[in-house]
Each structure stands twice: as C-alpha cells, then as structure tokens.
C-alpha cells in the first residue's frame, strides 16, 4: 500500500517537475559548421538551452546530451563526429521547460567539414582517380556549383615536388604522363561556387608501374649487357693468355707429385693387389677368336657358293 502511494508520488513529481511553460527556442537550423537558434521573443537572459542528438546510424529514439552545452550561447559548433546526427534544442529556466525543437540531420550541404571520397586505381604510366560524395545533399542543393580540387604531387627521395590542380565535376578523372617506378601522392577538396569548401582529405599515395613494354625494353637492354659484358671478359683473358702464355703453361702446368718413399717402397714390394684387378686380355682375346672363326667360316662358304656357281656356269 506504502510503496504504491511513493510510486505515484514519484510520478506525479516527475510529471509536474518540468513544466512546458516555456516559449521554444526559434529557427533551429545548421548554417557552415555551426546549429543556431533564437530566443523567442519574449523570454529574458536567464534562459539556458539545452541540446541533444542523435547519431546518424541510430534509428531508435534515444538521445544523448551534448556535454559541453548547457547555456545562453544561441550557437554550437558542429564537429566531424556528429556528421549525420540530427538535434534537438530547448529552453530551460528552474522546473519550466519549453519543447524540443529538431533540426536537420547534418549533411555536406549544411556543415562545411565534408571531404570527397577519394580511391586511386594504379595503372602503368596513369592513376584513375575516383572521387565520390559523402551524401548527395551538396550536388542536391548547389548542382552545377561543386567541383573537386584534386592535386596531386611526386615524392622525390622523401622530399616534395610542386603539386598540380586538375579542378574537375567529374567523379573519374585519368591523371596522365605519371613517371613509372615514381611515388605520387593525392588529395581532394570541394570546391563550391569555385571557392574552397569543407576539409581537405587524407592523402593516398601510390608508386606508378611501369608498363610491360618498358619492362621488356629493361629486359633486352639488360642482357644486351650482360652478353656484351661476358663477350668483353673473354676477349681480355683471350688476350692476357696470348701476352703472358709462358707464364701461363708454368701455372697451368700439372704439379708434380712427390711421392713419399715409404709409399714407392709399399708399391714396389708387391703387396699391393695388382693381381686383383680384373684384366681383360683373355676375354678379348676369346672374343677375338670368335670373330676369327665366324669370318673364316664365312669366307669357306662364299668360298664353297663360288665354287658351287662357277661348277653350275661352266
Ligand atoms: C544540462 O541540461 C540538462 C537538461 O537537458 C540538465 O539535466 C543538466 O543538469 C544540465 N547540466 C548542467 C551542467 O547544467
Ligand atoms: C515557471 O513558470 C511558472 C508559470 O509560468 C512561473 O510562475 C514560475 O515562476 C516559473 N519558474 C521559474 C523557475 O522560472
Ligand atoms: C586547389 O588545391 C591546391 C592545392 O591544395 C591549391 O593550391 C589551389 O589554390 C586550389 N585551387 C582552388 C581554385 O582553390
Ligand atoms: C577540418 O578542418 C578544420 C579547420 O579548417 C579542422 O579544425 C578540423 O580538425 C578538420 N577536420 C578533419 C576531420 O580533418
């Protein structure tokens, strides 16, 4: 009974501690990188505003206090991080509140931190550059305003060149006449109304291939010299053995072997196994009588068939 009655105290004092007396804060709206509003006519100094968001990705109805806010500034400034929020602002005096009023969700038309996105396709001697927008809110609003100033720069031994501009509407832009083997490096900023507009992107750097022709041409000219440096070496030591060729017989000359004299003795007494080695005097020999026999009994037969024609022609 107890704890029913301090339920619904609790609630009634929940319900009646913020009274909607207040008057809303007027035309909520995102201008640059900046929400702004106004006091509504009527209301005095002393009014705090209070704002929330909520994250683009979130689709429940939850919302989240902005923590550095809670004053009589009439403007905040809206950082990267909130890209695709939306907020809500209202008017706080003690108790007495006003209602919440909403503003847009923050797009690259309306908060001036967008970057174009930016993805580089390699390819010998060229880079593709494709750029894309964050959201269609700039294209939507300003059309034929939005450009892209991509530059793009060579890194040399850790240094940098001079950058080159290509400003362009296009989302694909062929960068031309790259030096192969070479690092080059990109960035992007819109460019609205043919000024600056939002934040300049990351860099994406590449090295540039080469093409397959030049990579042949390096091939053949490689061993071009290499044939020519071999064909080189050998005509020098082809002369140097002609010059020097006494020299040369000395030094080529097999050394001669010094037999130790207990060795020659150890050779000399027999013990040796010479008997052992297979010799093949017999068996050729044998072979040999073989061969002897066949073309003798050849020769007495074509001997005998020449008796037998000259007998049957006479
Ligand atoms: C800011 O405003 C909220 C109301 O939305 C209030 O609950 C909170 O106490 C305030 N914070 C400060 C520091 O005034
Ligand atoms: C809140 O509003 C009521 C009536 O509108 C007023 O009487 C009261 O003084 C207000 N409270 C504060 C703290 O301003
Ligand atoms: C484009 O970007 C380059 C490099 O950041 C800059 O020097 C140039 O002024 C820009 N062009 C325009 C029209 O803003
Ligand atoms: C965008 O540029 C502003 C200054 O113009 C800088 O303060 C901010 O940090 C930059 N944001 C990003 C995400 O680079």
Same mark, same amino acid.
């Given at each position: 009974?107890?704890?029913?009655?301090?339920?619904?105290?609790?609630?009634?004092?929940?319900?009646?501690?913020?009274?909607?007396?207040?008057?809303?804060?007027?035309?909520?709206?995102?201008?640059? +990188?900046?929400?702004?509003?106004?006091?509504?006519?009527?209301?005095?100094? *002393?009014?705090?505003? +209070?704002?929330?968001?909520?994250?683009?990705?979130?689709?429940?109805?939850?919302?989240?206090?902005?923590?550095?806010?809670?004053?009589?500034?009439?403007?905040?400034?809206?950082?990267?991080?909130?890209?695709?929020?939306?907020?809500?602002?209202?008017?706080?005096?003690?108790?007495?509140?006003?209602?919440?009023?909403?503003?847009?969700?923050?797009?690259?038309?309306?908060?001036?931190?967008?970057?174009?996105?930016? @993805?580089?396709?390699?390819?010998?001697?060229?880079?593709?550059?494709?750029?894309?927008?964050?959201?269609?809110?700039?294209? @939507?609003?300003?059309?034929?305003?939005?450009?892209?100033?991509?530059?793009?720069?060579?890194?040399?031994?850790?240094?940098?060149?001079?950058?080159?501009?290509?400003?362009?509407? +296009?989302?694909?832009?062929?960068?031309?006449?790259?030096?192969?083997?070479?690092?080059?490096?990109?960035?992007?900023?819109?460019?609205?109304?043919?000024?600056?507009?939002?934040?300049?992107?990351?860099?994406?750097?590449?090295?540039?291939?080469?093409?397959?022709?030049?990579?042949? *041409?390096?091939?053949?000219?490689?061993?071009?010299?290499?044939?020519?440096?071999?064909?080189?070496?050998?005509?020098?030591?082809?002369?140097?053995?002609?010059?020097?060729?006494?020299?040369?017989?000395?030094?080529?000359?097999?050394?001669?072997?010094?037999?130790?004299?207990?060795?020659?003795?150890?050779?000399?007494?027999?013990?040796?196994?010479?008997?052992?080695?297979?010799?093949?005097? +017999?068996?050729?020999?044998?072979?040999?009588?073989?061969?002897?026999?066949?073309?003798?009994?050849?020769?007495?037969?074509?001997?005998?068939?020449?008796?037998?024609?000259?007998?049957? *022609?006479?």
């Amino acid at each position: 009974m107890i704890r029913q009655i301090c339920v619904g105290l609790v609630l009634t004092l929940l319900i009646n501690i913020e009274t909607l007396c207040l008057n809303p804060p007027q035309d909520v709206r995102i201008v640059r +990188s900046n929400l702004q509003w106004k006091r509504p006519a009527d209301d005095d100094d *002393s009014v705090l505003y +209070s704002l929330q968001y909520k994250p683009g990705h979130n689709t429940g109805d939850e919302w989240y206090s902005v923590t550095s806010h809670n004053g009589t500034q009439l403007r905040f400034q809206i950082t990267p991080e909130f890209y695709g929020a939306v907020f809500r602002v209202r008017a706080e005096q003690g108790i007495n509140v006003s209602e919440w009023q909403y503003s847009d969700s923050v797009n690259c038309a309306n908060a001036n931190f967008c970057v174009p996105l930016l @993805k580089l396709s390699v390819k010998p001697e060229m880079v593709l550059v494709t750029m894309a927008h964050m959201d269609e809110s700039l294209e @939507k609003e300003d059309g034929e305003h939005v450009e892209f100033n991509l530059s793009y720069w060579k890194v040399n031994n850790g240094g940098y060149l001079k950058p080159e501009s290509v400003i362009t509407k +296009s989302k694909n832009e062929p960068i031309f006449q790259l030096e192969s083997g070479q690092k080059y490096c990109f960035q992007v900023q819109y460019l609205l109304y043919e000024k600056p507009y939002g934040n300049v992107s990351n860099q994406i750097c590449a090295i540039i291939p080469e093409t397959p022709e030049t990579i042949k *041409s390096r091939h053949l000219l490689f061993s071009i010299f290499a044939s020519f440096l071999v064909t080189a070496m050998c005509g020098v030591c082809i002369f140097l053995l002609f010059k020097h060729h006494k020299k040369a017989k000395q030094l080529l000359q097999p050394l001669r072997l010094e037999i130790p004299h207990h060795y020659q003795e150890f050779f000399r007494s027999g013990e040796f196994p010479l008997q052992a080695c297979p010799s093949g005097s +017999s068996q050729s020999l044998r072979s040999y009588d073989m061969i002897t026999v066949i073309e003798c009994s050849n020769l007495k037969q074509k001997g005998q068939e020449e008796e037998q024609e000259t007998t049957i *022609s006479t």
